[in-house]
T-cell receptor, first 113, second 112 residues
Framework: ETGVTQTPRHLVMGMTNKKSLKCEQH?????MYWYKQSAKKPLELMFV???????ENNSVPSRFSPECPNSSHLFLHLHTLQPEDSALYLC????????????FGDGTRLSIL | EDKVVQSPLSLVVHEGDTVTLNCSYE??????LLWYKQEKKAPTFLFML????IEKKSGRLSSILDKKELSSILNITATQTGDSAIYLC????????????FGKGTLLTVNP
């Protein structure tokens, strides 16, 4: 149990589908993050939320849409994805500010048909 | 562009061996260097090294930050099969826009 819970664990979707990934943290943190992990590539930061406000959008295509309704929940809405979007999507949380370790969820393994 | 390079990319050892994993970085406004262990699931936090804490140790694992050489090493002594994992190095940089930049990781396999 990492304190960061992601659902679903696996997701297979077609290119025209709409789906959402969910992340919930039980650590009392106030910063949350979405990362993409592809084979043989470093973790790529996608979005950062501090105190529910988006503070980083790392040039992510608009087919990925984040939502952070409160400091404990983070969503990633998916629409019209491409095969190259197949990857492990990791959510993390931390206390806001620098030099705060980020704690990760187990990820959602996404496959685009 | 910030860059973190880990070496080797993969390593196979026998139980009881000692291993050293390397991480070098080029970032603007360095703040910290973190090590994570990733088995099949979530990366789990191991250490964070900063200018005020350049050496950390926990059991058989230890890590040193060399700010002059812009690098860090992670040592694992008396390796066990349970140490098999991907070890990720991440560098924290920036101020109000603090973020982590990750390396590709080192895949460590410990054989019995």
């Amino acid at each position: 149990e990492t304190g960061v819970t992601q659902t679903p664990r696996h997701l297979v979707m077609g290119m025209t589908n709409k789906k959402s990934l969910k992340c919930e943290q039980h650590l009392g943190h106030n910063a949350m993050y979405w990362y993409k992990q592809s084979a043989k590539k470093p973790l790529e930061l996608m979005f950062v939320y501090n105190f529910k406000e988006q503070t980083e959008n790392n040039s992510v295509p608009s087919r990925f849409s984040p939502e952070c309704p409160n400091s404990s929940h983070l969503f990633l809405h998916l629409h019209t994805l491409q095969p190259e979007d197949s990857a492990l999507y990791l959510c993390a949380s931390s206390r806001a500010g620098f030099n705060q370790p980020q704690h990760f969820g187990d990820g959602t393994r996404l496959s685009i048909l | 562009e910030d860059k973190v390079v880990q070496s080797p990319l993969s390593l196979v050892v026998h139980e009881g061996d000692t291993v050293t994993l390397n991480c070098s970085y080029e970032v603007t406004n360095f703040r910290s260097l973190l090590w994570y262990k990733q088995e099949k699931k979530a990366p789990t936090f191991l250490f964070m090294l900063t200018s005020s804490g350049i050496e950390k140790k926990s059991g058989r694992l230890s890590s040193i930050l060399d700010k002059k050489e812009l690098s860090s090493i992670l040592n694992i002594t008396a390796t066990q099969t349970g140490d098999s994992a991907i070890y990720l190095c991440a560098v924290g940089s920036g101020g109000s826009n603090y973020k982590l930049t990750f390396g590709k990781g080192t895949l460590l396999t410990v054989n019995p």
